[in-house]
């Protein structure tokens, strides 16, 4: 039996703070639901023809069933670090850091990805007003958002969960709103479905499954927050569970909105600024801002979304010592991991800018960071689905249910992932080096602080456990505790 | 979501019975028992012992120990005993309190404290409180024994409604060192009261003095006398 420690590991955190609403605002704003509302379908659709709804209601189901997997670590221990913490606890350190690693590449790219979206669709508002759209007016405003972002997270993770809660509750409403006005209309009007794409929708299927997958990501990053949340054995398994099947729910009803017409990606300096089809009508400037005002707050929150919980999984990992000890270190005031933060927010913000300067073209920024993130998510996914019988069998609670779907679920994730590798026409191999790379960073990192840090590999995948207070051991009832 | 978590009907009795089980394993069992030696031990399902110690754990009637696999009695727990628990005052105890009885025309009162609960250890039978045990422990936040307890929690959550007065109260009893009431818990009386600390300095009880409302004053004059007596107190009931 490990011994039972007078304090937290993970302490400096403050517990108790988040409501269910807000650790499931945690999950959905990381998934930014509405920009995929809007964007997604018109990607899927060409790829998936008559199949599309098929493909997000498949995708769900697989996310649903990761969500499963995740929902048993998320049951049994309270994580700053989620994924990275369950698989280390599943597969032990080696697989532990690779998914640490991936989740980080994951949550940074994503929200590297929201801070070109923020910025480009901030842009595209204020060109309305006569501010000239261009590379340094992205520039200067990504860096406010950046800014905006990293005080309210910095100033408590209940003032950050209850704006990007708010935010991404209006974005999604505001998604759904203009696809039911701008396309309700030719749903109406009994206009045939365009079927000219399903000439080539087998080949693309692959493809597009995991283009819905990624559309599914950060669902399962309620357990970032959980030594945060009150009640956390209960709400983090619950907004894990179902974030994938809400969303899902969104997809469909977005992809089936769609489904009639296709909403056409501009191509330009403003990435995926989208068009409104002629039905839309006399309305479609006020429909075009609205959607714009709603794309901009959800892509705001998805900062807030990834950024908290990359905070936290570094945070973590400074606590282990897998990265430098400061990195863990908490504000005082606050309760946040500020150090953390205030080194991942500059990156988060300069590296896109930097490749924006570099091609030009934020829509290529945009898809090329995507890509990476994604591949961060579903090595993370992979991990944690096979880590799920194992740790189980290491606690001796395995039962069948958990062992098939684990397994099923990671056989069926390679099987996508091989199938689009296969039939993919744009190769994304790019992306897949870039994943590559900073993973083998990670490790390289690891090996070098293994030699520095004595016991290094026991110490990796810290969460908060019991400690002493928390036992009813040698109690005394006669005694009033803080 | 499996059958078991939506059905409401008839297999309710016996999972409430099986949970109940289970508790009482993990009691019997020790420090650091597993969820398969549970279910062993209970001849139960597997599936349905693994379910039933997660849904004990999050609500703190039981943890998981650092391993992850072992399981303990959480604090959730605690409740239930401090409820069965009988308090007993010794003889040096007992001869303080007449001593100080002897001395005032008030009613002289030693309250014990659960974690969460006030409970009457030693009461004046020529002068009695104002209110019994039960309606003091549903208006902690209106009395003085009450208001000792409240400072000392940081989370008030299910012991009193937080108001901002009520904040404030509290701040000047942990500043003063006493807490006093005056006509509310019942019209005609008044109540002042002093912790009595462990060496350590945890609260254990309350050493408390009740008049009539319009006694206040005076009885805030004992506050001195009050607070002598709990330091006397003290090794007697730590």
Same mark, same amino acid.
């Given at each position: 039996?490990?011994?039972i420690r007078s304090s937290s590991?993970?302490s400096g955190?403050r517990r108790g703070q ?209 030594r945060?949340?009150r009640k956390p ?102 309760h ?128 908060d456990e019991t400690t002493e207070g928390d036992l009813l051991a040698d109690y005394n009832p006669w005694m009033v505790r803080r | ?22 508790l009482?394993?993990?009691a /019997?069992?020790?420090v650091?028992?597993? =969820? ?5 031990? &209970?001849?139960?399902? @597997?599936?349905?012992?693994? /379910?039933?110690?997660?849904?004990l754990v =999050?609500d703190g009637y039981i943890v998981? &120990?650092?391993?992850? @696999?072992?399981?303990s009695l959480g604090h959730r727990m605690g409740v239930l005993i401090d409820a069965a628990v009988a308090p007993t005052v010794c003889t040096a105890a007992r001869?303080v309190l007449?001593?100080v ?5 008030f009613g002289v009162h030693l309250f014990y404290f659960t974690n969460t609960a006030v409970r009457a250890a030693d009461l004046d039978?020529?002068?009695p409180p104002p209110v019994d045990e039960a309606t003091l422990n549903r208006n902690l936040h209106r009395s003085a024994v009450g208001r000792l307890l409240l400072a000392e929690k940081q989370d008030l959550t299910g012991l009193a409604p937080v108001s901002e007065g009520l904040l404030q109260q509290l701040e000047a009893v942990r500043r003063n060192g006493f807490a006093t009431q005056t006509?509310e818990l019942r019209?005609?009386c008044a109540c002042v009261a002093v912790p009595v600390r462990a060496p350590a300095g945890g609260l254990v009880a309350a050493l408390s003095m009740s ?8 009885l805030a004059?004992q506050v001195p006398a009050l607070t002598e007596c709990a330091k006397r107190l003290s090794p007697l009931l730590a």
């Open positions: 039996m490990r011994p590991p993970v955190l988040l409501s269910f609403a807000q650790v499931l605002g945690q999950s959905v704003s990381a998934v930014a639901p509405s920009a995929v509302m809007v964007t997604l379908p018109a990607l899927v659709i060409p790829a998936a023809g008559g199949w599309t709804l098929g493909v997000f209601v498949v995708t769900a189901l697989l996310m649903a069933a990761v969500g499963y997997c995740v929902g048993q670590f998320a049951t049994r221990m309270v994580a700053v670090s989620g994924l990275y913490s369950y698989t280390v606890k599943g597969l032990g350190p080696g697989a532990g850091i690779a998914a640490g690693w991936s989740l980080v590449v994951g949550y940074a790219a994503a929200a590297m990805a929201s801070s070109v979206g923020a910025a480009n669709y901030l842009a595209a508002l204020l060109s309305r007003l006569g501010v000239p759209s261009g590379a340094v007016t992205i520039t200067v405003l990504a860096l406010v958002v950046g800014a905006v972002a990293l005080t309210l997270m910095i100033r408590g993770i209940r003032l950050s969960a209850r704006i990007s809660l708010t935010v991404e509750v209006f974005a999604i409403v505001v998604a759904a709103v203009v696809l039911v006005i701008a396309f309700g209309g030719s749903i109406a009007g009994g206009r045939a479905p365009p079927d000219a794409a399903d000439a080539q929708s087998h080949s693309a299927l692959g493809f597009a499954l995991l283009l819905a997958i990624t559309s599914f990501v950060g669902f399962e990053s309620a357990g970032t927050v959980a945060e949340a054995f209960v709400t983090v398994p619950r907004a894990i569970r179902w974030t994938p099947i809400a969303v899902g729910l969104l997809y469909v009803f977005a992809a089936a909105m769609q489904s009639t017409q296709t909403i056409r990606a501009g191509i330009g300096s403003v990435p995926i600024v989208l068009t409104l089809p002629a039905s839309a009508g006399a309305g479609s400037t006020a429909l075009s801002i609205a959607m714009e005002l709603g794309i901009t707050a959800s892509w705001f929150a998805c900062i807030i979304g990834s950024t908290t919980a990359l905070s936290r999984t570094l945070f973590a990992m400074g606590r282990e010592g897998v990265v430098p000890g400061v990195v863990g270190s908490t504000n005082r005031r606050f946040t991991p500020h150090v953390a933060l205030l080194l991942a927010m500059p990156v988060i913000v300069v590296v896109p800018l930097v490749y924006l300067w570099v091609t030009g073209s934020s829509r290529e920024v945009l898809i090329g960071l995507l890509a990476v993130s994604a591949h961060g998510y579903v090595g993370a996914y992979l991990l944690v689905c096979l880590a799920t019988p194992a740790f189980l069998r290491r606690i001796g609670e395995l039962t069948r249910l958990p062992l098939v779907i684990g397994v099923a679920t990671a056989v069926l994730m390679v099987a996508i992932i091989i199938w689009a590798a296969l039939t993919l026409e744009s190769p994304v191999w790019i992306a897949t080096a870039v994943y590559a790379g900073l993973l083998a960073a990670g490790f390289a990192l690891y090996a070098f602080r293994l030699r520095r840090v004595p016991g290094l590999s026991e110490r990796v995948g810290v969460f | 979501m499996s059958p078991a978590d939506s059905s409401l009907s008839g297999r309710q009795p016996k999972a409430v019975q099986s949970a109940l089980r289970v009482e394993e993990v /019997r069992a020790g650091g028992v597993t =969820a398969k030696e549970i279910a062993e031990n &209970l001849s139960m399902p @597997s599936a349905t012992a693994y /379910r039933l110690l997660n849904l =999050a998981r &120990l650092p391993d992850l @696999s072992g399981f001869e007449a001593e009885r002897l001395s005032v025309r039978s020529e002068f006509g019209e005609d008049g009539r409302s319009d006694q206040d004053v005076l004059k």
